[in-house]
């Protein structure tokens, strides 16, 4: 009964339910997906819906339990001298938009828990891209930062200038 009701969840449902679990709030959740709270947590009272539980960590563990039966289904039977299970079950990864990713993984001993894995090129940029924070910039990267925008912006009115009197004396010669 339970297979079937799991079976009906949509893929955003068991994403938000395996954030849940991994004690993420709705709001943190809206944040990464760039969606309301709102959203978030209309889909999430829908899958309490539909998995018939009166609460989010409910369904969330409806859903890990679930799938780690799939997981144990799939797996068969072993040979006793191997790890457990729940040692060997897969990592689940979700895709971001760009380089950005998290990996969730479940174990029997505790709560699902996230991971991010950070791209490793590139400059840390003083504003949203994504699902990053700029609250992730050292005191250091941000005087970088400022410095960089100061020396541009003072090249950019130089250039500006120069371009004007440049104007200006051609506009002057061709009086004369």
Same mark, same amino acid.
């Given at each position: 009964?339970n297979?079937?009701?799991?079976s009906?969840?949509t893929?955003?449902?068991?994403?938000?339910l395996?954030?849940v679990?991994a004690h993420?709030s709705?709001?943190e959740i809206a944040?990464?997906?760039n969606?309301s709270?709102h959203?978030?947590d209309?889909r999430?009272?829908?899958?309490?819906?539909?998995?018939g539980?009166s609460?989010?960590?409910?369904a969330?563990r409806?859903l890990?339990d *679930?799938?780690?039966?799939?997981?144990?289904?799939? $797996?068969?039977?072993?040979s006793?001298d191997? @790890?457990?299970?729940? %040692?060997?079950?897969?990592?689940?990864?979700?895709?971001l938009?760009?380089?950005?990713r998290r990996?969730?993984s479940t174990?029997?001993d505790?709560?699902?828990? *996230?991971?991010?894995?950070?791209?490793g090129?590139? $400059?840390?940029?003083?504003l949203t891209v994504f @699902?990053?924070s700029? %609250?992730r910039l050292?005191?250091?990267?941000?005087?970088?930062?400022?410095?960089?925008?100061i020396i541009?912006?003072?090249?950019?009115?130089?250039i500006?200038?120069?371009?004007?009197?440049?104007?200006?004396?051609? $506009?002057?010669?061709a009086r004369?």
């Amino acid at each position: 009964m339970n297979d079937n009701r799991i079976s009906r969840l949509t893929d955003s449902q068991r994403i938000y339910l395996r954030l849940v679990l991994a004690h993420r709030s709705s709001k943190e959740i809206a944040h990464e997906y760039n969606i309301s709270t709102h959203t978030v947590d209309k889909r999430i009272k829908e899958a309490m819906r539909v998995l018939g539980v009166s609460t989010r960590i409910e369904a969330a563990r409806l859903l890990s339990d *679930a799938e780690k039966a799939d997981t144990d289904r799939r $797996l068969g039977a072993q040979s006793p001298d191997l @790890a457990s299970s729940a %040692d060997c079950r897969p990592d689940i990864t979700l895709e971001l938009e760009g380089t950005d990713r998290r990996v969730f993984s479940t174990h029997d001993d505790g709560p699902m828990q *996230a991971v991010r894995l950070q791209d490793g090129n590139g $400059l840390p940029l003083p504003l949203t891209v994504f @699902a990053r924070s700029p %609250d992730r910039l050292s005191i250091w990267q941000r005087a970088g930062w400022m410095i960089a925008l100061i020396i541009g912006l003072a090249l950019s009115t130089g250039i500006l200038l120069s371009g004007l009197m440049a104007i200006s004396a051609l $506009l002057n010669s061709a009086r004369h």
